[in-house]
């Protein structure tokens, strides 16, 4: 089997610096690039001594604050929800929404693809990181992925389905009620494309899935490898596209619909603890996305894929934490090494 190739390089910045005396400083900037789509992450030494300035602490009193302030006039909250949301007709979803336990799931009233629900806990208007429980996340994944299978089966130009997560403000969440989307539709987003054909390419030249070959690579190298649990590989990305970002991969599952519930609970097992790990690191804002191969069945080598970001914390004055790099120039930087990101996960997985 083809070996992964993790490239990285050294760039030095030369200056007189004021923290220093004025006097001839490097300041060397490492590069890393993702083996299978090249893109570039940045990693700093010295920013990373300053972390904080660009994620912050959570201010929780003014997180509490918001969320009471919000409650009354909320349409995901228990007492408005069958009211303000919309339905879907009865041959989608029998009674026009889907509901698995405390999780409900209904058409987002504003769109932005043929396919575009919401799945929220209408009972949890708020919910800090640590409280996103494995039954709760088991919940609402649970009933997201039967209407991911229940939409494939019924739209017939449905080629994509991921699921996906703003949670609070800083992450882009228009509503700080938490909820999942299921988005899907018939022209492919540029970046799930991207994964597509790359991972086309790769089982080309090689004859292997490039996430099974990753998976294998990551285990055997131990050093960003994190756990394995009911078929979901959990690891910290060699070249990271998003602050603290951890991926799980289900090298054995492409679709959706095809997620039994052992891998469902396993999901939610290890979302739970990245979460809680978050909000013990002062964090509480974050976004996630359920990957799926395409549907169509027109490329391969694509399994089911999970990538998980943090943002910015949540407080009055919180800075966005996204900029020209990432926006314009399609890199990332890297303020925690993902070595020892996956050094402190690991404990945590091995708990649960």
């Known amino acids: 089997?083809?070996?992964?190739?993790?490239?990285?390089?050294?760039?030095?910045?030369?200056?007189?610096?004021?923290?220093?005396?004025?006097?001839?400083?490097d300041s060397e900037v490492q590069v890393r690039r993702d083996p299978l789509t090249g893109q570039t992450a940045v990693a700093s030494e010295d920013l990373a001594k300053k972390a904080e300035l660009f994620f912050g602490v959570?201010?929780?009193?003014?997180?509490?604050?918001?969320?009471?302030?919000?409650?009354?006039?909320?349409?995901?909250c228990r007492e408005a929800i069958a009211k303000g949301t919309p339905r879907?007709?009865?041959?989608?979803?029998?009674?026009?929404?889907?509901?698995?336990?405390?999780?409900?799931?209904?058409p987002n009233l504003f769109p932005l693809a043929a396919l575009h629900a919401i799945a929220c806990w209408p009972d949890y208007h708020f919910l800090r990181?640590?409280?996103?429980?494995?039954?709760?996340?088991?919940?609402?994944?649970?009933?997201?992925?039967?209407f991911a299978g229940r939409a494939e089966a019924h739209l017939a130009d449905l080629r994509h389905v991921s699921i996906c997560c703003n949670n609070l403000p800083p992450a882009g969440a228009s509503v700080v009620h938490p909820h999942l989307q299921i988005y899907g539709g018939h022209t492919v987003p540029w970046l799930v494309?991207?994964?597509?054909?790359?991972?086309?390419?790769?089982?080309?030249?090689?004859?292997?899935?490039?996430?099974?070959?990753?998976?294998?690579?990551?285990?055997?190298?131990?050093e960003r490898f994190v756990a394995a649990d009911s078929g979901v590989a959990w690891l910290v990305p060699f070249a990271p596209?998003?602050?603290?970002?951890?991926?799980?991969?289900?090298?054995?599952?492409?679709?959706?619909?095809?997620?039994?519930?052992?891998?469902?609970?396993?999901?939610?097992?290890?979302?739970?603890?990245?979460?809680?790990?978050?909000?013990?690191?002062?964090l509480s804002s974050f976004n996630f996305?359920?990957?799926?191969?395409?549907l169509d069945g027109r490329q391969a080598g694509f399994p089911i894929v999970l990538?998980?970001?943090?943002?910015?914390?949540?407080?009055?004055?919180?800075?966005?934490?996204?900029?020209?790099?990432?926006?314009?120039?399609?890199?990332?930087?890297?303020?925690?090494?993902?070595e020892r990101m996956a050094a402190e996960l690991r404990p945590l997985f091995a708990a649960h």
């Open 58 to 76: 959570t201010d929780w009193e003014h997180a509490e604050e918001i969320a009471q302030r919000t409650r009354a006039d909320c349409f995901f």
């Open 307 to 338: 990538r998980i970001v943090a943002r910015a914390a949540f407080r009055a004055d919180y800075r966005c934490d996204d900029y020209f790099l990432q926006r314009q120039l399609g890199s990332e930087l890297v303020l925690d090494p993902p």
């Open 88 to 106: 879907y007709p009865d041959e989608l979803v029998p009674g026009g929404r889907l509901e698995r336990g405390a999780a409900l799931v209904f």
């Open 129 to 146: 990181p640590a409280q996103f429980t494995p039954e709760l996340l088991e919940m609402g994944l649970g009933a997201a992925i039967e």
């Open 1 to 25: 089997m083809e070996k992964i190739r993790f490239e990285s390089w050294t760039e030095k910045a030369t200056f007189h610096s004021p923290l220093n005396g004025m006097e001839l400083t």
């Open 193 to 222: 494309e991207t994964f597509w054909s790359a991972s086309q390419r790769f089982l080309e030249r090689t004859g292997v899935s490039y996430w099974k070959a990753l998976v294998e690579e990551e285990a055997e190298r131990g």
């Open 289 to 294: 996305t359920l990957y799926s191969a395409p």
């Open 241 to 282: 596209t998003g602050g603290r970002e951890v991926l799980a991969v289900l090298p054995d599952r492409e679709h959706l619909a095809q997620l039994d519930p052992d891998h469902v609970t396993a999901l939610a097992r290890g979302l739970s603890t990245v979460l809680a790990w978050y909000e013990a690191n002062g």
